[in-house]
């Protein structure tokens, strides 16, 4: 067994499953039903005090721990699939995912991903921590966004990495193709709930994110979500798009695709989230744009403390050829 240690935020609800729910990191990987079996279980403890109960009632500040189950026996079959490795030794290894990977496995998708490349790649040396279908992993890439990720080869790491995702002090930064040109002169940006400007050139989105009530594949800026933010800053302008880069405060699932979306800025070719806009008949690269068919999204930069050594490690890597050649056509 394990415990995982987690501080109510000022925002809590509070109900203890609600609590939890927006507490927990993503990177644990823990489901709302997850969570509500180990509640049952009586593996959520306030003190010495377990909580057995959904509804108890618990408050702003509180510090819980829940006990985790040691991972399942690990059945997930490693798979020669090639890998674009940028950093790799005894502790963590660092790849350029490409779009159209998953990170780990799941019903729609039980092999092929990264975890299946990356069990071959390290013969057995991943961490544990994961479970059955996710050693190694610390965060994670929606399948259809290229760019970096780190993952853990000893539990010592993970658990170091982890600390630092839940502190919020790892360095990322994301390019992206998203509709319109944010402005800080615009209206209607300026009504927009959760949106701020930083020295005139910086859009924050502060809104907090949660399953969408009725689709429970898409996340939605809700009352109650989990806290999000994200800061956006415009690299080039086009006819009808802009190239713009993303930092991350947080990282919730889809966070800059639902928080551009939110600001009327969807990302180009997100199927998800984009609706059916499109850019300007006249524009230069509207073909291109209606024709690309994934988020344009790239995992650009990526930034951390080493785990075992205390050295600082930053790494980049460069948009793939689709999302090359969108900006260029974009450009005229």
């Known amino acids: ?28 990987g823990l489901s709302r039903s997850q969570i509500a079996r180990l509640i049952a279980a009586g593996h959520v403890a306030r003190g010495d005090s377990a909580l057995r109960t959904a509804s108890a009632r618990v408050t702003p500040g509180e510090v819980l721990t829940l006990t985790l189950p040691d991972p399942a026996p690990l059945e997930t079959e490693a798979q020669a699939i090639p890998l674009r490795v940028v950093y790799e030794d005894a502790a963590l290894i660092v790849v350029d995912k490409p779009a159209g990977m998953v990170v780990h496995p799941a019903a729609g998708s039980p092999d092929g991903t990264l975890v299946n490349a990356l069990l071959a790649h390290c013969a057995g040396t991943l961490s544990g921590i994961g479970g059955a279908l996710r050693p190694g992993i610390v965060h994670r890439l929606d399948k259809d966004t290229s760019g970096l990720l780190v993952a853990a080869k000893t539990d010592r790491a993970h658990q170091g990495l982890a600390a630092q995702f839940e502190a919020r002090t790892v360095r990322r930064h994301y390019l992206a193709v998203c509709h319109g040109v944010p402005d800080p002169a615009s209206a209607r940006l300026r009504g927009v709930a959760g949106v701020t400007w930083e020295g005139g050139e910086v859009l924050v989105i502060r809104a907090p994110l949660g399953r969408h009530r009725t689709d429970r594949q898409r996340q939605a800026v809700i009352e109650g979500g989990r806290p999000a933010v994200t800061r956006v800053r415009v690299l080039e302008t086009f006819d009808g798009a802009a190239l713009v880069e993303c930092r991350l405060e947080t990282g919730r699932t889809h966070q800059i695709r639902v928080h551009l979306a939110h600001a009327g800025h969807a990302l180009v070719g997100d199927p998800v989230y984009g609706g059916r806009r499109r850019l300007p008949a006249r524009a230069p690269g509207a073909a291109a744009a209606a024709g690309f068919t994934r988020q344009a999204l790239h995992a650009a930069s990526l930034g951390f403390t ?27």
């Not at 987690?6 to 609590?19: E, M, Q």
């Not at 900006?327 to 005229?332: E, K, P």
């Open 1 to 28: 067994m394990r415990t995982l240690t987690v501080t109510l935020g000022p925002d809590a609800p509070a109900r203890l499953d609600r609590a939890l729910a927006a507490a927990v990191p993503d990177e644990a």
């Open 306 to 332: 080493h785990p075992e050594t205390g050295a600082a490690m930053d790494f980049a890597a460069p948009p793939p050829d689709d999302l090359f050649q969108l900006v260029a056509a974009l450009r005229g």
